[in-house]
């Protein structure tokens, strides 16, 4: 057995911006997924996860060349769940050359699937990495990073960023801002992670902004915004201005919620956490469902969450400064 791990992240500024070219500041989080591999002799890619359920289901399938599993739930619902693991190792088969290369994937996650930190590509990535190495190739970070962008850009049908892919695999903080992906150096920041039980299905949400972005130039000046919001963030954290930072979170927020991504709960996380004290609150990823990242170096935000109708989990968000790890 192959096993790698890599770590989820937050977004302390510019997510959806950066899938249209604006920069972005992601942070990796010490959460992890950890995937091992074993080569099968024939060419089926079967896939075990206890965490990948769907309306109640526990799902293990046959991707790829068995076709669909025999589970009594929405194609929709399915594809999504399957996309990033069929994709990821439709991405191994062509990097090794070996197309016909068939896998036993195990997935174990600490990262909630579909609430904004990046579960999907801390899967792809570990995944990529542990299927390369169980074929003996050994790819670099940076190819890593791209093929498990690639993986990303197919599943959320050509629309997606580098940011979580990137950040994911070399842990850290980082900037991305179109193929320009970079480590940057960020201050210990006190994040608080409030997460509401749900999730969002972001190829849609993505899609949505999209839509918006067409329609109206509001919408496009929007994310153009947002943009300015991440260079402004970047200098309150090369002067370590935790203050300015908050704020710049606020404003974010509120711009991620013009463009239709927020929600009531989603909402509700940020408020409470505003009125405890935090120095700034957003959404992270992408929307909908999931999870917000709160500034606080008191615990105020982490009670006040803990007792909040609605979030169902809190949990300080240390930095993780590794990011894809071999651990066999
Ligand atoms: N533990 C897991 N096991 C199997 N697939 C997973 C796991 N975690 C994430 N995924 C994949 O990632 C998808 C969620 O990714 P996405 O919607 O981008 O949300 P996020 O990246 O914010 O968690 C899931 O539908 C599934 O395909
Ligand atoms: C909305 C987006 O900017 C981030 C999505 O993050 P997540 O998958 O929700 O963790 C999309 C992307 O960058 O590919
Ligand atoms: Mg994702």
Redesign the pocket.
Known sequence: MTRSSAPGKVYLFGEHAVVYGEPAVPCAIERR?RVGVEPRDDATLR?H?D??SLDGFTVEYAGSTDGKPDIDVAESLVD??????DEAIAQVREVTGEPDAGFEVT???D?????????????VVAAIDAATRALGVELSTAELAERAYQTELAVQDGQASRA?TFCSATGGAVRVEGSDCRAIDAPDLPLVIGFDGG?????ALVAGVRQLRDEYSFAADTVASIGDIVRQGETALADGDVAELGRLMDFNHGLLSALGVSGRSLDSMVWAAREAGALGAKLT??GGG?CIVALDPTPETETALRYLPGCEDVFPAELADEGVRQLE
């Open positions: 997924a896939v996860s965490d990948l999504a769940a399957m996309g990033y693991v997935i174990e996650s990262i909630p699937l579909g609430a904004g930190l990046g579960s999907s590509a801390a899967v979580d999730a969002g299905d972001t190829g990823g992408a999931g």
